[in-house]
């Protein structure tokens, strides 16, 4: 029982439970909206959302990183004075990007012609700023190590958007109520944060220039590198969007929601290796990293592959489960995006490792070409082809140069091989699970 006790408030199981939970409601929320929207609006709509991910994470870029740098490990009155700068640089920040929607909006007048596609834009600025208080709070309650409350902000917005998504599905009110109910849900998450004071707005009275500036200065590198990984993830979507249309979206889209579930325990999990990589190289033990960086790697490069062959022989069904009949045709896709997946764990804790040696501009750079190779690889094969299915076979050409780079990048310091990463990641899977049966037996007696 104690055992057990210690495992539900483990801030790494806590960590993972809040991104299950959020992933898992949100393909509640896909699924109905793929339901509910014709393919038309629904590809809008993820046009819509993709974008709005697209401008938060400059935001987050800019405030999240630098925040929880410069708040942990100092003295309450210090820290007072980081959150009012950063929320100072958050509205200044919020202002720009209002004003900036205002602008895309007009832009978008000239070059895409779908009414539907305009009309939410129409809100982007609203949303802009009601999500503001939820998402800082998020990052106060991060750096202070209070996940069990972000599992409960994430529940609060996911959980009104899905009832009001229920109550569309009987009323038909039409696209105007579900945007609405997007805004309202988000507004709600928004005011919870605000009457607990997770957001503590008031520390606004204590901020300084000196403290944005140098907000500012960190911030810039490290919103560098999530634009990069971000635009990687939606220039298909983009492309497809703009040289498809939002039908085309709508059905790679569905593929692509489920490959979503493969990220989340290898992005919770490599927020928890993150500290022991930064230790190894303090503590000036290289061949250590060499050897973790193989360990972790290996292991879930070994853990995916039965995802891989379930995706593989399932797709049909997961499409069909996903978005329904209608989005059948797409299965082929998510079989050719399982492939990759067994390249993403070295690509990711490759880019960890060079953070960690002091180089994020060489990760950044691997970023860089990534983005560009998947880019151009994606306009030639639909000006070629016309077709989704190649699209999906450019991301494994995209990520095997991405390890191919981080490789590259680390040969200075770290030598890995297929064989070693093999190896290292089955001893990592028999220490696991060595590990988890003596604490059960531990918790038995």
Same mark, same amino acid.
């Given at each position: ?6 495992i ?17 409601l949100g ?48 003295? /309450?009155?210090?820290k ?5 700068s ?6 200044l920040?919020?202002a720009?990007?209002?004003a900036?929607s205002f602008?895309?909006?007009?832009i978008?007048?000239?070059y895409? /012609?779908?009414?539907?596609?305009i009309?939410?834009?129409? %809100? ?5 700023i ?22 409960y902000?994430?529940l ?11 109550v ?6 039409g ?26 707005l008031?520390?606004?009275? %204590? ?11 960190f ?135 060079l ?11 691997k ?20 077709m ?22 680390l ?12 190896? /290292?990641?089955?001893? /990592?899977?028999?220490s ?13 007696d």
């Open positions: 029982m104690r055992f057990l006790k210690k539900l408030t483990n801030n790494n199981i806590l960590s993972l439970t809040g991104n299950v939970i959020a992933a898992g393909f509640v929320s896909f699924a109905l909206l793929a339901r509910i929207f014709s393919k038309e609006d629904f590809g809008n709509w993820i046009l819509f959302v993709t974008v709005y991910v697209f401008i938060e994470l400059l935001r987050v870029g800019f405030l999240q990183t630098p925040l929880i740098k410069f708040c942990s490990g100092v003295n /309450e009155k210090e007072e004075r980081v959150i009012g950063a929320w100072l640089f958050a509205l920040i919020t720009t990007f209002v900036l602008i895309l909006k007009h978008m007048l000239y895409i /012609e779908s009414e539907s596609a009309y939410f834009f129409n %809100y982007f600025w609203i949303l802009i009601v999500t503001l208080p939820y998402n800082f709070s998020s990052w106060i309650l991060q750096v202070d190590m209070k996940f069990n409350k972000i599992i902000i994430r609060i917005s996911l959980g009104v958007f899905i009832l009001l998504l229920f569309e599905m009987y009323l038909h009110r696209k105007e109520f579900i945007v609405q109910s997007y805004l309202l849900s988000n507004l709600s998450a928004s005011v919870v944060c605000m009457i607990a004071g997770w957001a503590n008031k520390s606004i009275r %204590y901020a300084d220039w000196v403290r944005v500036k140098s907000l500012f200065n911030g810039k590198f490290s919103m560098g590198t999530m634009v990069g990984a971000n635009l990687l993830r939606s220039s298909d979507t983009f492309l497809i969007g703009a040289m498809m249309g939002g039908e085309a979206v709508a059905i790679f889209n569905i593929p692509l929601k489920l490959f979503e579930l493969v990220e989340i325990p290898l992005r919770s999990f490599a927020a928890t290796a993150l500290p022991s990589f930064s230790k190894l190289v303090n503590n000036q033990n290289i061949p250590g990293l060499s050897k973790r960086l193989e360990r972790t790697a290996g292991m879930f490069s070994i853990m995916l592959l039965p995802v891989v062959v379930f995706c593989i022989v399932f797709a049909e069904y997961l499409v069909v489960l996903l978005g329904g009949e209608g989005y059948a045709e797409s299965a082929n896709i998510l079989r050719i995006f399982a492939l990759h997946a067994a390249l993403m764990p070295l690509d990711r804790y490759s880019g960890m490792a953070d960690v040696l002091s180089r994020p501009h060489q990760n950044m750079l970023v860089i070409v990534m983005v560009c190779i998947n880019s151009l690889g994606v306009f030639i094969v639909i000006k070629s082809f016309g989704l299915w190649p699209v999906a076979i450019v991301s494994i050409v995209t990520f095997s140069a991405g390890v191919i780079l981080g490789l590259f990048f040969r200075k310091d770290i030598r890995i091989v297929p064989s070693g990463l093999i190896s /290292e990641g089955f001893k /990592e899977i028999k696991s699970v060595k590990k988890l049966k003596s604490k059960l037996n531990f918790s038995v």
